[in-house]
Structures are given as structure tokens and as C-alpha cells.
């Protein structure tokens, strides 16, 4: 089953197109399903049945997985189930009508404005990694950019003169987005007066580490988090804190919400909803700490 499992990472990256993250966590979610399998004496794909799939889900729950955990290595379990059945590898599919599990209800992490401009205006400085650092947030908050597709940016995807940029975002879909002023103007001075002491000549992403390779995710959460503690920020901060208050703030200011699905890259308009779910969240919160008979 382990050379089955391989054949299937291979068919999402080649021919589905996902991303390296998104294979990887099929590949986590599904190697803990075999063994699992391999533990109730399961050696082949058609021994499977619909028991053995709930036994391993209940065997999550038990281990106190969060319910996005449980919901997700469910969907792919059921993918690969369907992918053996469409190669002929198997005949029936025992998670066929599986339900997966109801999500947990957990609004976005969104801060202030006031908290978002406190962070942004303390990331100055001349050393090249400050610049770096200030002109990442700056884009992460002026786009609502994924942290992923503001690392894979390159020079080529940036238009500064014309006010936008293209993003690669889920699905290799390609997206424009405008850019604020305020972004690219920090932007183009850590090109101009950064970047190459960074190593720049040697790459063409845009956001580089000291080392002059691309910077990865948890390079950048170690940053956010850095410099969210020395702005003296102790609220719960999450890698995408900047895109869900870029959304957030936008329907707080009156943008329409099938233009803030645009910029965000949401395939359907329900994810981009919960966004007004938090404003309704925040309305509640000022009510009852500022109304004298809350």
C-alpha cells in the first residue's frame, strides 16, 4: 500500500498541480492512515473496509486532534480511495458517503488597525534585513497575500510603476492585485538598497534570508512574531494575522465582498463571508465593553 500511497502523491503533484505543502500534508495525514492499517494486520488496498477508515478517525479524536485535523486527513483518506477506484486498483471504495467531521467554528485571528499600524511603524531601520522585513509586511497587509505566495514572488511578478502585482496562488491560479502606495514604496527601497546585500544577483525571488536563498515560511514566522514582541504586540498572532486584517479592514470600510474574494483568491464566496462574521464578532465586543447597560 506504501507504493500505492507514492503513486498517489506523484498524480497530485503532476497532474492535480497542488503545491508542495498541500502534497506533503496528504502525505503526513495518509502515512498515519497505513499505519494504522498496517496495525490491524491490513497488507491491501481491498481488504479496507468502512470500520477500519471510523476505527482511525476515532483514533484521532482520542488524541485530542483538533476537528480541522480530523476533517482534513478524512478528505484524504477519501481521495485516495477515489484515485485507487479510478485506476482500477480496487474496485469498491469503503469511504464512499464517509461524512467528514463538522468544523470548529473558530473566527479568523484579526488585529486592530490601530495594532496592525503600531507593528508596520516600528520596523524601521537601515540594516538590509530591516528593510527586508518592513516590506514584507507592508505588501502582506497593503494585498492579503498568502504568506506562500508572497515568498514565491519574483522579480517578474512585480509591476511597482504600474501599481500592481502578479500572484501564483492555490490551483496555479494567477491573480492581480493592486499594490498601496505605502507598499510600494518600502518595496522598492529594499530593492534598491537591500536586496543585493542580501545576495540578490544569485536569485530572482524577491525576499531573500541572510544567506541569499529564498526566505521560507518558518524563517518568516520566526520574524512576524520577533517583531510583533519588540512593537510590544501580545496579542495571539498567527502567519496570517496581516491577510485576515487586510480583509477584515476592507469590509469594515465599506469594500464590496466579491472584490475582496478577488484580491484574496477565493475560489468560493462563503470563505471570504467569514470575514463578516468577525465584523459582526467585533460590533458584539465594543457593544458590550463600551455600552453602559451592556
Known amino acids: 500500500m506504501r507504493q500505492q500511497l ?9 497532474e492535480r498541480q497542488m503545491s508542495a505543502n498541500t502534497a506533503a500534508a496528504y502525505r503526513n495525514d495518509l502515512n498515519q492512515y497505513l499505519t494504522t492499517l498496517e496495525r490491524e494486520g491490513i497488507s491491501s488496498p481491498e481488504e479496507v473496509t468502512r470500520h477500519h477508515i471510523v476505527l482511525h478517525i476515532e483514533s484521532l479524536l482520542q488524541a485530542q486532534k483538533s476537528r480541522a485535523t480530523v476533517r482534513r486527513s478524512t478528505s484524504s483518506i477519501r481521495s485516495f480511495h477515489q484515485f485507487l477506484v479510478e485506476r ?16 470548529d467554528k473558530k473566527l479568523p485571528v484579526v488585529w486592530s488597525q490601530t495594532d496592525i499600524v503600531r507593528l508596520l511603524d516600528s520596523v524601521v531601520g537601515n540594516d538590509p ?16 497575500m498568502r504568506v506562500s505566495e508572497l515568498l514565491q514572488l519574483t522579480l517578474n511578478d512585480l509591476q511597482l510603476e504600474l501599481g500592481y502585482l502578479s500572484c501564483l496562488g492555490k490551483g496555479n491560479k494567477t491573480r492581480i492585485i493592486p499594490i498601496s502606495q505605502t507598499a510600494i514604496d518600502s518595496v522598492t527601497v529594499y530593492l534598491d538598497l537591500a536586496r543585493n546585500s542580501l545576495g540578490g544577483q544569485q536569485t530572482d ?3 531573500l534570508n541572510s544567506r541569499g536563498d529564498r526566505l521560507s515560511r518558518q524563517g518568516f514566522w520566526k520574524m512576524i512574531k520577533r517583531r510583533a514582541k519588540e512593537a510590544g504586540i501580545e496579542k495571539e498572532i498567527t502567519p496570517h494575522v496581516l491577510r485576515h486584517s487586510f480583509a477584515t479592514h476592507l469590509l469594515e470600510n465599506g469594500a464590496d465582498l466579491r472584490v475582496v474574494q478577488e484580491m484574496l483568491g477565493h475560489a468560493d464566496l462563503s470563505t471570504t463571508q467569514m470575514y463578516t462574521h468577525v465584523n459582526k464578532a467585533r460590533l458584539h465586543d465594543v457593544y458590550k465593553n ?5
Do not use: C, W
Not at 507514492?6 to 503532476?14: C, K, P
Open 6 to 14: 507514492e503513486a498517489f502523491i506523484n498524480y497530485l503533484v503532476i
Open 88 to 103: 482500477q486498483i480496487v474496485r469498491h471504495d469503503p469511504s464512499r458517503h464517509l461524512d467528514l467531521p463538522k468544523p
Open 129 to 144: 534585513l530591516v528593510r527586508r522585513d518592513a516590506a514584507m509586511l507592508e505588501l502582506l497587509y497593503g494585498t492579503g
Open 205 to 207: 525571488y524577491v525576499f
Open 290 to 294: 463600551h455600552h453602559p447597560r451592556a
